[in-house]
């Protein structure tokens, strides 16, 4: 009998680091970035507007405003990066994977392009 006892503590113990693992690794929610460095005021007001359009959820719109952000700011890692997450979201994977790779040659040093869950299934850009 106790030897049944200690393997179920055992099995549950893992169990809960499973579980522990498993949660702590859950996906960030994908969110627009704010221009960095000089940009034209231009740019990031499409991007706030975009930025609004995009967490309620209306992709149509915030894929023209952050498409407006790239064509007024076209070596904006983020710009890119934007357009990218509107175009994934509305199911234009081959263009938006096109962007997220702009993106991250664009701005090499930013964690969030680079570390994001929308790059990672493209792989190294190279």
Not at 11 to 17: H, T
Not at 64 to 81: D, K, M
Not at 88 to 94: P, Y
Request: with cysteine; hydrophobic share 45%.
């Amino acid at each position: 009998m106790k030897k049944n006892f200690h393997r179920v503590a055992v099995v549950s113990i893992v169990l809960v680091l499973v579980g522990m693992a498993a949660c702590s690794q859950k996906r960030k929610p994908l969110v627009p970035l704010m221009l960095e460095g000089e940009v034209k005021s231009q740019a990031t007001m499409l991007t706030e507007q975009g930025t609004q359009a995009y967490q309620t959820q209306q992709f149509e719109e915030a894929k023209r405003y952050f498409a407006q952000a790239v064509a007024a700011e076209p070596q904006s890692g983020q710009a890119h990066y934007n357009y990218a997450l509107a175009l994934n979201a509305l199911g234009d994977a081959e263009v938006a994977r096109q962007h997220f790779i702009t993106a991250a040659d664009l701005a090499p040093g930013d964690k969030v392009i680079w570390d994001s869950p929308a790059l990672s299934p493209y792989g190294n850009p190279e």
